[in-house]
């Protein structure tokens, strides 16, 4: 598949998983879903699970939420608030693009050339984080379990 061809493609449940790589080797896990239903012309993502801290803690709920568009050759994240986030051209396999919150600095590169599983790499770096997130989504709705 070469890529995303509309926002279509990403309606429905999605099990997610997430593995967060700290600068100093810490690691975080975040297992749960991604939710893309339909709101008028936007899907809206919200991201629910357990995100375990890598020590003795019991893992935590965890909640993310992002709203997404679609415009001419191109879909565009947006934060819960509305606020841009970044865009996702369409069509094409494995899009890179970067978000820029001065002083910070977030590079996302996606893999959809296998949907209906796909990938998120983020690699976030600035004056207080330093981290790799990589996360999987598989379509099949399975529902989420601690830890």
């Not at 899907?43 to 992002?66: M, Q, V, Y």
């Not at 051209?89 to 977030?106: M, N, S």
């Not at 997130?133 to 399975?142: F, H, N, P, T």
Request: glycine letters at 10%; charged letters at 25%.
């Amino acid at each position: 598949m070469a890529g995303l061809t509309s926002l279509a493609t990403l309606a429905g449940v999605w099990r997610l998983t997430r593995l967060i790589t700290h600068a100093g080797g810490a690691e975080n896990l975040f297992r749960g879903t991604a939710s893309f239903r339909r709101s008028g012309p936007r899907l809206i993502e919200d991201e629910e699970g357990w995100l375990s801290l890598g020590d003795d803690r019991a893992p935590l709920l965890a909640t993310r939420r992002c709203i997404w568009t679609q415009e001419p050759g191109r879909l565009e994240c947006a934060f819960g608030d509305m606020r841009p986030f970044h865009t996702v051209p369409l069509g094409v396999a494995q899009p890179e693009t970067t978000f820029l919150c001065p002083p910070d600095r977030y590079e996302v590169a996606y893999d959809f050339s296998r949907l209906p599983l796909w990938r998120a790499v983020w690699q976030v770096e600035g004056p207080k984080k330093s981290y790799r997130m990589e996360s999987e989504y598989r379509l099949d709705g399975a529902s989420m379990q601690p830890g």
